[in-house]
């Protein structure tokens, strides 16, 4: 069942973003620090806030999450959609559950009115790529960034 994120879900959500963030290099050392995790929950939960989280819960345990947000773009009037972050826990995969967790923000976003959900994933990521070549298209764009 993919559900929107429930405050109560913390403990349940943090160890499937610890994996997110360690399949970017982001643990042992690198880990983000704890007070940026909770701050990110706590964003999903704030009405002012333009971010959200789905779940993917299977037997009263979660299995997978999603983040999403909104911004305004300068070439279209809907507000874009950007889904952040997607994980799976590993027992989860190739049952569905990614597609599952994409189809929601696709859902959410209908009903927001928006027209356009788009994403970026590291080129080393088959798995997700295969999935997500059969869910969405790739625009060919190349992402440039500047840590300041």
Not at 47 to 63: C, N, S, T, W
Not at 101 to 118: C, F, H, K, P, T
């Amino acid at each position: 069942m993919i559900r929107p994120a429930r405050p109560g879900d913390f403990d349940a959500w943090l160890p499937l973003w610890n994996g997110y963030n360690g399949f970017y290099g982001r643990d042992g050392a690198t880990a983000l620090p704890e007070a940026i995790s909770r701050l990110t929950w706590q964003r999903f939960h704030d009405a002012l806030e333009p971010m959200h989280a789905l779940v993917a819960e299977r037997d009263g345990r979660l299995i997978g999450l999603v983040h999403y947000l909104w911004h305004r773009s300068t070439i279209t009037v809907c507000p874009d959609c950007y889904l952040r972050d997607l994980f799976t826990a590993p027992e989860a995969r190739g049952q569905g559950v990614g597609r599952a967790l994409i189809q929601g923000v696709y859902d959410a976003a209908r009903a927001a009115g928006g027209d356009r959900v788009y994403w970026q994933t590291h080129t080393t990521n088959t798995a997700g790529r295969t999935l997500y070549d059969k869910v969405a298209e790739h625009a060919g764009f190349l992402v440039y960034r500047k840590m300041l």
